[in-house]
C-alpha cells in the first residue's frame, strides 16, 4: 500500500535522488491521498496469578470476574480502534479545509471474528511479534511508578500499554485512555516528539514548548521527568501528557514524510 503511494504521490513530478529541491510533502498534497491504514496485532499479557483478558468462549468467567464486559479482549480492541481511527480522522487543528490526517487504523489479520486476531500469554511468556505489523501489548507493568506506555521509539513495531487488566477487574470502565495512550505512541514511532521538548522540530508551529509545560520544557523524549506537564496547554495535543486529542498541521506532514522517506 504505502510502495503504491509513494510511487503515485512522485509519478508527477521529479523522482527522489534526481534532485535535492524536491518540495517537502504539504498538508495540501496529504489531503489528495486515500486514506492509508496501518496494521495492528493485539496482544494480552495474564498477570502472575493467571488472570488475564477474556476471549469470546470464556463468557461464563465474565460473571466470576465482576461481568466487566472490558475483560474481553475483543470489547477492547473494537474500543481502541475506534478511538485511534476518530483522533487519526478528525483530530487534526488549524487547517480549515479539513481535520483528517488521512492515516487509519485495522486489525493485523483480517478474519471474521475479532478475537481470532488477539494473541494470549501466560505471565513471563515470551511475545509471538507479528512481522510487519504494529504489535500492541497490554501487559502488567511491575515497577512503582509504572509508565501508562512505552514504545522503542522511531521506526519501533512494539507499544506497551500498562496495568490496564488490573483497572478493568477492579470495575473500571476507561477504553479512552487506551486509545489515546497508543495514538501518542505511534505518533512517536512515526518520528513525533513529545510537545513540551524544548527543539521540537514543530516547535512554533501550533504549539509553544514552554506554554505544554507551564513555563519550562525538557530536552528529551523520555516523559516530562523531574517537570510535571500533566494537563499541558488548552491546545490539548496528543504529544503532550493531558487530554491527548489534537495534532497539528506540522505534525501531520511529519509523520507522512516518515512514512513515505
Ligand atoms: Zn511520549
Redesign the pocket.
Known amino acids: 500500500m504505502l510502495a503504491l503511494l509513494v510511487i503515485g504521490l512522485w509519478s508527477g513530478g521529479p523522482l527522489r535522488g534526481q534532485t535535492d529541491t524536491v518540495a517537502p510533502l504539504t498538508i495540501e498534497d496529504i489531503q489528495q491521498l486515500p486514506d492509508t491504514t496501518l496494521r495492528l496485532a493485539f496482544h494480552f499479557v495474564g498477570l502472575p496469578d493467571g488472570r488475564n483478558f477474556l476471549a469470546e468462549d470464556q463468557d461464563s468467567l465474565l460473571l466470576a470476574y465482576g461481568n466487566n464486559e472490558r475483560l474481553r479482549a475483543d470489547i477492547l480492541i473494537y474500543y481502541t480502534l475506534q478511538e485511534l481511527n476518530k483522533r487519526f480522522r478528525s483530530g487534526m487543528l488549524d487547517y480549515e479545509a479539513s481535520k483528517d490526517t488521512k492515516i487509519r487504523f485495522a486489525h493485523a489479520r483480517q478474519v471474521d471474528k475479532t478475537i481470532e486476531r488477539a494473541y494470549f500469554y501466560a505471565h513471563g511468556e515470551r511475545l509471538r511479534s507479528v512481522p510487519g505489523v504494529y504489535n500492541v501489548v497490554f501487559q502488567p507493568h511491575p515497577g512503582p511508578r509504572p509508565p501508562s506506555a512505552s514504545t522503542g521509539g522511531i521506526g519501533s513495531r512494539t507499544i506497551r500499554i500498562y496495568n490496564t487488566l488490573q483497572g478493568y477487574l477492579d470495575g473500571g470502565t476507561d477504553t479512552w485512555s487506551p486509545g489515546r495512550y497508543l495514538a ?2 505511534i505518533g ?1 514511532t512515526l518520528s513525533l516528539d ?1 510537545t513540551f521538548k524544548c527543539d521540537n522540530p514543530c516547535a512554533g508551529q501550533g504549539f509553544d514548548p514552554l506554554e505544554e509545560c507551564y513555563g519550562e520544557c525538557v530536552d528529551h ?1 523520555h ?1 516530562s521527568d523531574k517537570v510535571n506537564c500533566f494537563g499541558g496547554s488548552p491546545r490539548q495535543l496528543v ?1 503532550g501528557y493531558g487530554s491527548q486529542v489534537h495534532f497539528t498541521v506540522c505534525e501531520v506532514e511529519r509523520m507522512w514524510r516518515w512514512l513515505l522517506r
Open positions: 501518542h505512541e512517536h513529545h523524549n516523559g504529544m
